[in-house]
């Protein structure tokens, strides 16, 4: 089954493509779909395939020594994974799951190549995210490994707010995903009753709200001073 174009164009990565361009990437996209906590891959699987994310919420997770699951990244609508793995030739370093009913297209290693062979900026843009994610990546470690429990779970937060946020007025941002204090906590290496005592002192200092599931950030620069504490 072929892909519709105008969804493929959706994806930034294709964005630019013309019509005729986007006809030639459609033979290579197989779509398909996944059930919440399902897993797509597993760390040490071959890098078989390139996937991209239409729809839905996917957890990049690692086991940490004492077995328990620390989530390294949440891939939104519209953007890809296994990108590193494939591009390299290794196995993939971590999982890939569904955090909820999930349509994901994917195209094989080989084919992904031809892509980038013929369209040379995809690769430009995938290298250029997957620096992005690197730093990230290793921030994420050094905050789990070195800051207090209420900076880390700040720092998500506002890093969530600029990837996933939208603006509900001047003031208030909400999360465009939905997150239960399980996954907080295996995003910033803490316990779920931890993460309930700090989420629950933001609300009651008015940094933080519930609406409808979704966090809304109602001050954001408070947040930010959670993170690095003005010192006198």
């Given at each position: ?37 399902e ?6 699987d ?22 328990r ?15 590193f ?21 994917k ?73 239960t ?52």
């Amino acid at each position: 089954m072929s892909y519709d174009i105008k969804e493929l164009k959706k994806l930034p990565i294709f964005s630019t493509l013309s019509d005729e361009e986007i006809k030639e990437i459609q033979a290579y996209v197989i779509p398909g779909k996944y059930r919440k906590k399902e897993d797509i891959f597993a760390e040490g699987d071959p890098p078989d395939w390139f996937y991209l994310l239409v729809s839905g919420k996917v957890k990049i997770t690692k086991l940490s020594h004492d077995g328990r699951e620390i989530i390294l990244e949440l891939i939104s609508d519209q953007d890809f994974f296994g990108g590193f793995a494939v591009l390299k030739g290794f196995p993939y370093p971590a999982n890939a799951v569904a955090m909820e009913d999930s349509e994901i297209i994917k195209i094989s290693r080989v084919n992904l190549l031809k892509i980038i062979d013929r369209f040379p900026h995809i690769m430009y843009d995938i290298t250029s995210s997957l620096g992005d994610r690197i730093r990230e990546f290793h921030d994420t470690l050094k905050n789990i490994a070195l800051e207090r429990v209420e900076a880390r779970i700040a720092a998500l937060l506002v890093k969530l707010a600029d990837k996933a946020g939208e603006k509900l007025n001047q003031k208030d941002t909400v999360i465009n995903m939905r997150l239960t204090k399980q996954d907080i906590a295996e995003m910033v290496g803490t316990t779920v009753e931890t993460t309930i005592r700090v989420m629950s002192r933001f609300k009651k200092a008015g940094l933080v709200a519930d609406e409808s599931g979704k966090i809304v950030i109602k001050d954001l620069e408070a947040l930010k001073a959670v993170i690095t504490p003005t010192t006198y």
